[in-house]
């Protein structure tokens, strides 16, 4: 027996199985849409949404005169309401291109969000939300801690952002990139949380995964007992281990856990790529 540390091949998450990967994910305008309003609908099954507040934007190819666009949920309608056919396609600059429903966009939405995507061409899909763990979390000094494995994975890669009041001032987004920088997840103090991924589907699983994080952190310092923080060595080498993992997924395209997302949304929203 050996007494050297011994890992999955390329850390892979797993193994056997014999069954070829479906194709690559699709980037067109319809698939992005079809995605983004699954995210929508996932968000509101894990009950993370508030009411008709918050949002979920994608980022959309650019229009053939180079127009940069991305795509809002209507102001007024619930997550569970958003199709793929309703989604508001708004410019850079606020101007509405496209409302099926007449609804128009939050204006806090598009100020946070449009902060993100004009200064992170990366960030194809960014997502805000105003869970009750995540508010917590985001209003205590410490911020969130690597207690365990879900939270390490943020580990050294979280960004915050001080609260300035409702987000209506466009001049906030400087501020809010700058804080930002080039992390892909944030807790926006005494607010809430905000993810960006490179398709939509990472940024759905960060999201979840952060929200999973706060839940625990709560949960576990309730007790009254003492936390026990990961090591830091661990904590990052974890924090590592999820980055490559991440990263795979995005450079082969296939994404097993995301459609088990869809197969659950065929169940329990059908509809949502209407």
């Known amino acids: 027996m050996t007494s050297q540390s011994q890992t999955v091949p390329d850390e892979e998450m797993s193994l056997g199985g014999t069954k070829t990967p479906g194709a690559r994910r699709d980037t067109g305008e319809g698939a992005i849409r079809r995605d983004l309003a699954a995210a929508y609908r996932i968000i509101a099954l894990r ?23 991305f795509l809002l949920n209507p102001y007024g309608l619930m997550f569970s309401e958003v199709t793929a056919g309703n989604l508001v396609t708004v410019d850079a600059d606020g101007a509405i291109l496209d409302d ?15 902060a993100v995507h004009m200064a992170r061409h990366d960030a194809v899909c960014v997502l ?3 869970t009750v763990a995540g508010v917590a979390v985001s209003s205590v000094k410490e911020g969130l801690l690597s207690l365990n494995q879900w939270s390490a994975q943020f580990h050294g890669a979280l960004a915050y952002h001080d609260y300035e009041g409702i987000a209506l001032n466009l001049e906030e987004r400087v501020r809010l990139v700058d804080d930002l920088g080039t992390r892909n997840v944030m807790l926006l103090r005494n607010h809430g949380t905000l ?46 281990q999820y980055a490559r993992a991440y990263d795979r997924t995005e450079s082969t395209g296939h994404d097993p856990e995301w459609d088990a997302f869809l197969r659950l949304l065929s169940r329990e929203a059908p509809g949502y790529d209407a």
């Open 128 to 130: 805000h939300t105003h």
């Open 100 to 114: 099926p429903e007449g609804l128009g966009v939050n204006a806090a939405g598009f100020t946070i969000h449009s």
């Open 47 to 69: 009950g993370m949404d508030d009411g008709i507040y918050t949002h979920i934007s994608a980022r959309l190819p650019d229009g053939a005169d180079g127009q940069k666009r």
């Open 195 to 240: 993810v960006c991924g490179r398709s939509v589907a990472e940024a759905v699983k960060l999201a979840l995964n952060l929200e999973r994080s706060c839940k625990a952190q709560v949960a576990a310092l309730s007790m009254g007992l003492t936390p026990d923080p990961l090591p830091d060595d661990v904590a990052a080498h974890t924090a590592a």
